[in-house]
């Protein structure tokens, strides 16, 4: 069983808008989720963190948590063109210090 | 700073074949961490070392051998290359204790076994 889920999309928003990205996780005992962005041919980039249930705004860029659901968002504001990118979510598993969502691929279009 | 860096960018080998990727941090972290990323995949933990002097296997050990040199460097050899270890290998590393999850990639080893 996969423990962190993502939409592999393509996700495609137009250019100012919001875009929402979803990831749902199996362990109940997760405490920290992370958001990294990825852009094709490169390496992974940390966006955000969050650690507490609720919002956390960072910029344009806002993680929101739900434990009790045990899923992750991440919304993009005024969404741009340079936003496009696979979006990977992450968090501890078990012994693993990281596992990661196969992620979910953003196109802004302008 | 550099950050994280990796060696070689780019390498073909051939069944059997062995190499040694490298990977150093000038950020004085702790732990350091190897992936694989494979289409349809997602990132894979391989080895990590949570400390110098300590390493342990992550999600995808097989076929893979690791060594913390010391703080700032971290290696990840195929003793005997198959097809299935192409892959793209990414190197990172993280500073704050406990903290794993905020982890700095290096550029990547894009790794073709033939």
């Known amino acids: 069983q996969k423990e962190v889920e993502q939409n592999s999309g393509p996700l495609s928003v137009p250019e100012g808008a919001i875009a929402s990205l979803n990831c749902t996780y199996s362990?109940?005992?997760?405490?920290?989720f992370f958001w990294y962005r990825q852009y094709s041919g490169k390496s992974p980039e940390l966006i955000m963190s969050i650690y507490s249930n609720g919002d956390k705004e960072d910029g344009r860029f806002t993680a929101q948590l739900n434990k009790a659901s045990q899923y992750v968002s991440l919304l993009i504001r005024d969404s741009q063109p340079s936003d496009s990118a696979t979006y990977l979510c992450?968090?501890?598993?078990?012994?693993?210090?990281?596992?990661f969502g196969k992620g979910t691929r953003l196109s802004v279009i302008a | 700073n550099a950050g994280v860096t990796q060696t070689p960018k780019f390498q073909v080998l051939k069944t059997g074949q062995s190499m040694t990727l490298q990977c150093a941090q000038d950020m004085n972290h702790n732990s350091m961490y190897w992936y694989r990323q494979d289409p349809g995949m997602g990132l894979r933990l391989i080895y990590y070392?949570?400390?110098?002097?300590?390493?342990d296997k992550g999600e995808v050990p097989n076929g893979y051998n690791v060594s913390r040199l010391n703080k700032r460097e971290f290696s990840l050899r195929l003793e005997s290359a198959a097809p299935s270890q192409t892959s793209v290998y990414f190197c990172?590393?993280?500073?704050?204790?406990?903290?794993?999850?905020?982890?700095?990639f290096g550029p990547g080893t894009r790794l073709t076994v033939l």
């Open positions: 992450a968090l501890p598993s078990g012994n693993t210090p990281l596992v």
């Open positions: 990172a590393s993280s500073g704050l204790a406990g903290s794993f999850g905020e982890q700095f």
């Open positions: 362990d109940r005992v997760s405490q920290s």
């Open positions: 070392s949570a400390s110098e002097g300590t390493t």
